[in-house]
């Protein structure tokens, strides 16, 4: 199935305020609330059910040699159709 970008940013900031945007994330949630995503002009608004799948992967793009880039990638996924119930794996613990 083709993937269809609705909305991307990437941007520097500092760890604070990333900080500060995931938690706006992680409060919607609480909250049971859409997440809407602005950037300039463009806008998208989401609305996650109950239990989506959380996917949380720590990766090294490029050598092998300690001089790749790192990164820490976060994603919730759901089935438009039936709004997503997922099971994974083992529980998730981020300390």
Known sequence: MPEEVLFKSENVHS???IASLLRRVADNLDDGEAITLKAGSESVTLEPPA????????????????????SIEFELEWDEA?????EGGGRLEIE
Do not use: M, S, W
């Not at 720590?58 to 880039?69: I, L, Q, S, T, V």
């Not at 039936?82 to 997922?86: A, P, V």
């Open 15 to 17: 760890r604070g305020e």
């Open 51 to 70: 239990r989506p799948t959380f996917e949380v992967k720590a990766e090294r793009e490029g050598p092998a040699d300690g001089r790749g880039e790192l």
């Open 82 to 86: 039936d709004g997503g119930d997922g």
